[in-house]
């Protein structure tokens, strides 16, 4: 059984990740921190794990976490490089959920963050962490950056585009929109249930994070910059992303379709919806998969993508998962076999 | 006093049409007509009106409509055509919240919605009744095409761009979401709340019919055709419509926001937000305001508008009355002040 | 027009009080005070009253207050009673929208609120701002207790029976829910829309404040101490309070329905169903209604009554208004004539 | 493998079947039937089931169901009756979701559901199917009347109490809430999301068909008759059942606590929480749980027992692949031990 610690687990990545952990059959959860609820039974706190897990929060200690075999971060951003390098010199692996590796532009993720980065040089060394696009890196990985939510949702949507070069790359629009789990589970007025329920807003609009984070990857898959614009928006409902996409064709006659079939072909966790269908958020609730439809536009040459995953599966916890599985030679769906419930 | 008549006032944009009609200090609700509920005190149906609105749903009756002064058709399209040469002819005026006489081309016309049209002639004479935007015409009508409400939202978002002419016309894109009321009253299996909460997921995506009505509204504030992408989303709420539009500036300098602030200065139900404002659907349920908000996009020359308004209200009965009340010559807000209800 | 003061008007209590205030045709909202935002527009915080209300937030100051002709409190407990008597010295008028004044019983008060009581002497004074119970008493006083939300819907809903004689006292079950709004509008982890959404839970279990308060209103209807086991749940919902009361017939043959249609006729905001009905929170949803309906409970001599209000405005800041309107002599309605915006 | 087969999969309870089924060790989904919707396959209707189930809905069949080990019902009542008997004849084991077998006193059961039954003789041989009370006998059983969700969510909460003979049987009172799946797939107009969400109402107040099976369970439970009043609501949330259960003790000094813990020691699938805790319906959702709490009632003798279940789950499909477990020898949790998604 792997040994896994888990740093920060009272919010909704954490939880998700103990979910996942604890019905992993090659896993055993076996360390989980939180500095403010130290001592509390992690069975208080979420009591969907009642009788399911048997562990205590405790105060953070590396020497603790250095016997596990893999270390999961699902903290604020600048915790996890605090922490990393000690861990990869005592031979832990660590995946981070939060952003401190993603960015491999150093200055450009200082200018984001607000804060300067303790350990650039692990940046480097760090895997992005989508199997998708960086499976054979993720193996061999000590160190992985999971990616961000609307990353996830939105790359998976152009990888097929842009590595074969289809689209004109200045002009990408990412219309998405995250249910309210994508805040977090510390108290803000915004995310109030009497404040975010019955309303549709978007955020972010004067700069969010995750924009350098997908113009990175796009422009890695593309080899080139791209022209970006990225708006998020708020659904009132706890779990769920889609994303809209809009890409101009550079030739009319690209079979869409046919290549998005062809590039994800045999991904276990990318389900492309046969032509006409629209991908709904609910039928990823819970699970690892991002659902993927392609239609032309109204407008001449526009192609228009849509993408599902669920923020907290794919979109955090069950990537960490799925990356975990990669980097110990695990299947790579153990544990991540459940199907959405619905309704 | 004005005597009103509601011809199928059974579905949501007919409940909505009796609460603000109910409350006008200058109209009475005289005759509701509905085939299946006549006999049906109003109240009984709409539970919200007891107390409020004494009025029984009769049978069908152009003879009894003919005695009021302005007829509503809140009606499946297709039927308001049948009876409105006679309404004309007997000195009715008539305010058609239904598509029979939106779209200009009636072949068009006739190949979105399936069927032939009974009177095209009516067609040319209707003013399409979106006062921010042909209030002079309106004031004279005979008969109102009350606009979609995706039309309304995405129409108020760009016709300062498009007056002035300052973004590029072929490749505009209108990402929008609707609350589920959108889709009408009468009972289908996808929105159910079972199925429509805790979901988010495009429709219409092969083709939605407020698209040429879009385009229409664009070609005619741009001067010529448009290329127009059009994805409509359904969020899982009952009330408002958000509409996310993409657009390409001509010349990188525009200044959107004084643009904006100038174009609608004196728009009784047009609120342009201030700079870095988003502008919530919420703020608007229940009543006839829009809001707008403009944001430079990430990439080069784009620009982001956003534009939030009830879709029952300003996308349907309250942007009836307020045609109602030009049409009459009673003030353009009479019976539309209502604030909205927030939480 | 009438000068009136809010004081704490940032919760949800404070902008529905500003909501119908502004509206109100002979009151004038004069100052709003808030320690935390003293000089934010309060239209920039409650964007829904954009437009509408130009007022600023003020630091407390009981020198502007003592300008009003009366003040609301929609404060925390313990911070009405604090200003009151100056206020009540200096001529103004008091509703506390809080619990300050409502509890008879001071040691009683003291326990439940955990703290001193500062002015014992003004709860004698102060009239329960209940006018369907209280009306002589509220039109003469100077200070009114406004009624908890739960104890408005439940005594509502007992009213005809206890002042009938016609129910055992010693074993009432107020079965109670409330939306999310009565939690308040400051962040709290239970009440986030992740936490609150998709759930049901009872809360308060081991005794909620508003059990001494229902409790000491049964007693004064009943004319003698009731066993009363009141158990109030959340339900994910914005707005609304459901109350659904159990109690034992003293004499199988009553007639209920008879009894609470003559108890309450000729009420203005009292709306008895007509047997075999059942009240939607939703048809009150934003305004002062309460509506009821009685049923036959499946054991013998039970009877079920069903009660339900807007939380925030029949339960708070509607039944202050409508307590101002008997205080200055005004029409009992005014200002609350809106229409529950349904769906 | 055991070889399953489904009669009428298409509503909420079948798909959920369908869940459970095909992540069951070892169980083969191998007949779904559907008169509506023969040749459809099952995960086009059910898009979470893509990639794990490759059935096709066909024309019900007994030849076909004939073949399998056994037959689940998930039917519209009166339809199991039809075919059970050549079911049973033929071998076939058969578990009925519906309420075909439910009522031992077959002109009750005639009456409240309106239609003759037509194989009265198999009502008396059916096991009822809540393992909890019936264990034994489930075990031996050819068929299976599966509970109905308020039956289950309510005797588990009485069933220490009536076995011990500790409360009052005259007067017990269910104030019970469901989420809207409870109400199935099949579009109706008070199901639909605009008229469900932001609502809470009772219904059933006039007679609710759960009424004479739950009073008959209780009475089993009790020995003799019981006085039952029981108050079905509707709550705005997809899935999630809770009865708040209030009961006079026939002693005051009953330690409620004990005999709840007592009683359902070793139970797998009901969790007495803790003195002061307060079940939460999400804690429970897409499983098997039923979790439970005791509490003091504010009047004399009176207690109140809070329980939680997902009506889906324990409340119907789940509780069937239960019974199914016992009634082949398997582990009685076998497919049941996924944990509730939260948030």
Known sequence: MIRAGIVGGTGYAGVELLRLLSQHPEVEPAVITSRGNAGTPVAEMFPNLRGVLDLVFTEPDTGRLAECDVVFFATPNGTAMQSTPELLDRGVRVIDLGADFRIRDVPLWQRWYGMEHTCPELVAEAAYGMPEINRAVIREARLVANPGCYPTCALLAVAPLLAAGAV??????????????????TPKQHTLLCEANE???????????????????????????????????LVPMTRGMHASVYVRLADEAQEAQALFDEHFAGEPFVDVLPAGSNPQTRTVRGTNFCRLAVHPGGAPRTLVVLSVIDNLVKGA?????????????????????GVAVLP
Chains 1, 2, 3, 4 share one sequence.
């Not at 916890?317 to 076999?337: H, I, K, P, R, Y």
């Open 199 to 233: 309303n549709f807003v978007a955020y972010g609009t004067a700069g969010h994070r995750h924009h350098p984070e997908i113009a990175q990857g796009m422009g890695e898959l593309a080899g080139a910059e791209v022209g970006l614009t990225f708006v998020p928006h």
């Open 168 to 185: 004109e790359r200045d002009h990408i629009v990412v219309d998405a929109v995250s249910g309210v789990s994508g805040a977090g589970r």
């Open 317 to 337: 916890s069950g990537q960490a998962v799925q990356n975990m599985n990669l980097m110990f030679g695990l299947e790579e769906t153990a544990g991540l076999t």
